[in-house]
């Protein structure tokens, strides 16, 4: 069953920030997500934030699942070095982006 796919507000901003070849390339990982948001190769992040990861290049994709809505959460996209930075919250969601 395929999940809909859900935008954090800043990953439209962290996404315009990508140079074109990254972009695409998050941009496949996303329709990868949205088939199988635990298909081999991410990784659940330790802490009890409910999040996990994928990794694109040097970039890097952090998400939740909600199995029940069939619903993957992007909270944020950037690159390997940054983007685990305060996300203990889980990340600024607004659900009325998508």
Do not use: K
Not at 18 to 31: I, N, W
Request: charged share 25%; hydrophobic share 40%; aromatic share 8%.
């Amino acid at each position: 069953m395929p999940f809909s796919l859900q935008f954090a507000p800043a990953v439209r901003r962290q996404l315009r920030l990508l140079d074109e070849v990254a972009r695409q390339r998050v941009q496949r990982e996303f329709l990868r997500l949205a088939q199988d948001p635990w298909h081999p190769g991410v990784v659940r992040l330790s802490g009890g934030s409910g999040l996990w990861r994928a990794r694109v290049g040097a970039h890097r994709v952090v998400y939740s699942i909600d199995r029940e809505q069939g619903l993957v959460r992007v909270v944020r996209v950037a690159h390997r070095s940054s983007v685990y930075r305060d996300l203990a919250g889980g990340g600024d969601l607004d659900a009325g982006e998508s």
